[in-house]
């Protein structure tokens, strides 16, 4: 017989049924509350609400673990590319070679942006953040294929579309930063490939591809292409539930990402230790300034809504960071700093207590730094990372029959009734 939660209100009794998923986590079904009772629950940053049953990333905080469709992050790190854990992530299976054949096929030929939104580049100042140029421009995206202006139509064109041009803007805004001319993508080259040569070739030379950087690329961005319900996955989601075309709810979607407290991490933690690489403050000096409230100061890179743990691709991360530095003959202060951050706030009671652990924007920063990347533009790899996630959740709601549009309750604290005041009578 399946579980029921009973709630008990003024002396009346309630049922809700017990939602049980795949991986035995439990939900309490309350769709009918408001109906039954009159009463709404109440759960700033939905720390114990669901917004959806989903079968694409499943998440335990406690054991640290993540798997993509089932399949673990470390097996799909270690054997797979980036082309095929985003087809895994949307259409729910590994490709066969046909499928992947296929689809990385239609990624190349999308791999163009339309001629005249390179103009848009111009009206950017140079220091303009990579970010605000790659939601606007993911959005501006709609202004050109008004054949997907609505969300349904053309879904398996506008997949490879997006996830091939956001590549193509994300290179074309950091050649514009830098006063390069823009490198066009070469259609024999992989996905990360091409994107490294986009970012990184001159005209002058040309350009040799690493493939331990190609490599690397693939893993960092299968590390990031989902992680359920995140801030910046749910405001996808949202934005979707009203119909709203695909480039709108992704642009809506980078712009959460940004936040330091979600993708922006990734800056914010290599900022973090430059500057105390740069003012020689001590770890034991910075861990403590962290632990006073009254400092506001956080330890970026650390802590988690869900893991309680190790985040797992931190530890991934973490490895590939010693080997792709000693490849490239680099030895960087701030990994050194960042691994006696990790060492002594793992063993100080301030963090073990909170269960605060390395996340993924921890090492990322350091990996991308290696890889000659700006840090300007480590939370655009984050989005490059997220998009197939964030395109996989839309396409599961917008499959679901059941998809309502978001709109949250919320409990009313401002002033009652009164009576508006004419101007002359206000004090
Ligand atoms: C990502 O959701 C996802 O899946 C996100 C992500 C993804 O793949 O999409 O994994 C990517 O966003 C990773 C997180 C990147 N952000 C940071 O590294 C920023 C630093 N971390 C935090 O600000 C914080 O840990 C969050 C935002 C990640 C989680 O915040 P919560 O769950 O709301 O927890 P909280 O802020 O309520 O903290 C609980 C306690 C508090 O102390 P008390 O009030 O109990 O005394 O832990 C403390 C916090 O002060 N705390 C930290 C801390 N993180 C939490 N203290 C110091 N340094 C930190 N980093």
Redesign the pocket.
Known sequence: MSEKAKLILQGKEYEFPVILGSENEKAIDISSLRAKTGYITLDP?YVNTGATTSSITYLDGELGVLRYRGIPIEQLAEKSTFVETSYLLIYGNLPNKQQLEDFSKSLTMHSMIHEDMKHFFDGYPAAAHPMAILSSMVCSLSAYYPESMNVFDNFDMQVPRLLSKLRTIAAFSYKKSVGHPVIYPQNHLSYCANFLQMMFAVPAEPYEIDDDMVRALNILLILHAD?EQ???TSTVRLVGSSQANMYASVSAGILALWG????G?NQAVIEMLESIHNSGTKCADFISK?KDKNSKA?????????YKSYDPRAKILKQMTDVILAKRGISDPLLDIAKQMEETALSDPYFIE?N?YP???FYSGILYKAMGIPVNMFTVMFAIGRLPGWIAHLKEMMEDPNTKIGRPRQIYTGPVSREYVPIESRK
């Not at 330091?260 to 993708?263: C, I, Q």
């Not at 956080?298 to 869900?306: K, T, Y």
Request: net charge positive.
């Open positions: 940053g992680h995140n801030c910046s330091p407290l979600h993708g991490a962290v956080r330890l970026m890179g650390f802590g988690h809504r869900v909170r605060l996340n993924v924007d």
